[in-house]
């Protein structure tokens, strides 16, 4: 259709050209054409013109009509030889049954003639097989029209042989990149792809992730299981790595308390690991605590006020009875006032605690304590509070 339309504007141009050049000075002509009772005055400009749009509304209707008759035909053909398909029907079937690991031969020979495509083809088929040198050779003879294309097949082999350093850096430079305007029509697609690679790397090296001068690119899923993987490896962290994160929260602390309350508690579990964050760390305790009340939050909030080198009791009992109004029968806000009250040496109010929930565990280990000395309080300690049942408390 593109084609056709190309074809005959460019008639028309000469045409006007033509006629241009042969009727100056002597002016457009006069066509007069008489048929039964028809009758038809006019110059040859307009007689051409309307010539040309006759002939171009005939091909228009023939090519639809020949392509209705063809699809209709297709859909009654019975098919007896994969190679009877058109091409383009072939690699339909081979992308629908995810086969083109297994036709490597008949999609590279597909792509053969595209010289836009071939190269990416040919290295995509290559990591399927995990031939990785073999593939960046072919990527180094890919058309400059095909950039970004390259490129995202180029960071999936390097994750593929463990050079995150390597993708990491391809990455921030292909997230800078002006997309190709031939591309912009599937944009999306094209962001999500760098989403998933984003992803990718950084499931696959936490830290170096953590480390990169661009984020903010991972989709919810992936963020959460980066957090995760932090978390697990938080051991093995240096300082620089632990600096990153400091700096990380710092950069999107507004950003979190907006994400949903599991992200949340991942940062928050986080902070708990290092202690030059324990103001943000309180703070988004907080937050958390006024939007939902978590048992394992609380916890962490208030062992957090107990470390401290000065604790002080007052603002921690003033927000315990803040959670006693806000959210009622909490038995661990009892748990909690209790050691106040102790650290305080309020025994008469801490005593009168003692009778609150009956079938409660925390509360019950409270009095049984209470009626030990402090050899065998140390004791029960080791036996109970060492207990993962404990409190369902997970770093």
């Known amino acids: 259709m593109r084609v056709l339309l190309l074809t005959y504007a460019i008639v028309a ?49 023939w090519m639809s009509v020949r392509r209705y008759l063809n699809r209709e035909q297709r859909k009654r053909e019975t098919v007896f030889n994969f190679t009877h398909l058109h091409p383009y029907e072939q690699l339909a079937v081979i992308w629908l049954l995810e086969a083109a690991k297994d036709q490597q031969s008949f999609v590279t020979q597909l792509f053969a003639p595209s010289g836009l495509l071939k190269g990416i083809v040919d290295a995509k088929l290559l990591y399927q097989h995990e031939e990785y040198g073999q593939a960046h050779q072919a990527l180094n003879h890919t058309s400059p029209m095909a950039f970004e294309l390259a490129e995202l097949q180029r960071i999936e082999l390097f994750l593929a042989q463990g050079e995150t350093e390597q993708a990491l850096t391809h990455l921030e430079f292909l997230q800078h990149h002006q997309l190709s305007p031939w591309l912009k029509q599937i944009e999306q697609a094209y ?78 579990k986080l902070l708990a690991r290092l202690p030059d964050m324990s103001l943000q760390h309180e703070m988004l305790a907080l937050h958390l605590l006024n939007e939902q009340f978590d048992r394992d939050v609380f916890y962490l909030w208030f062992q957090q006020q107990l470390l401290k080198q000065n604790p002080d009791y007052a603002d921690v009992e003033t927000k315990i009875e803040q959670f006693e109004q806000r959210y009622l029968s909490m038995p661990i806000l009892s748990f909690a006032k209790w050691h106040v009250y102790m650290a305080t040496g309020r025994q008469p109010e801490a005593d009168q605690l003692l009778s609150l929930y009956p079938d409660d565990v925390l509360m019950s280990y409270l009095r049984i304590k209470s009626q030990l000395d402090d050899g065998l309080a140390q004791q029960l300690n080791l036996v109970f509070e060492n207990d993962a049942n404990f409190l369902q408390f997970k770093i």
């Open 13 to 61: 141009l000469c045409c006007l050209a033509l006629l241009s050049v042969f009727s100056y000075g002597y002016g457009a002509g006069y066509v007069y054409i008489y048929w039964r009772d028809w009758e038809l005055q006019t110059n040859l400009w307009v007689l051409l013109l309307l010539i040309g749009l006759v002939t171009l509304l005939a091909q228009l209707l």
């Open 191 to 268: 962001q999500q792809r760098m989403t998933a690679l984003w992803g990718q790397l950084a499931l696959q090296q936490p830290w170096i992730y953590l480390r990169s001068m661009q984020y903010g690119h991972l989709d919810a899923q992936s963020r959460d299981l980066w957090l995760q993987q932090l978390l697990a490896q938080f051991d093995q962290s240096s300082l620089d790595d632990q600096h990153a994160i400091q700096k990380r929260y710092y950069d999107l602390e507004q950003e979190i308390k907006s994400r949903p309350y599991s992200s949340k508690l991942l940062w928050l």
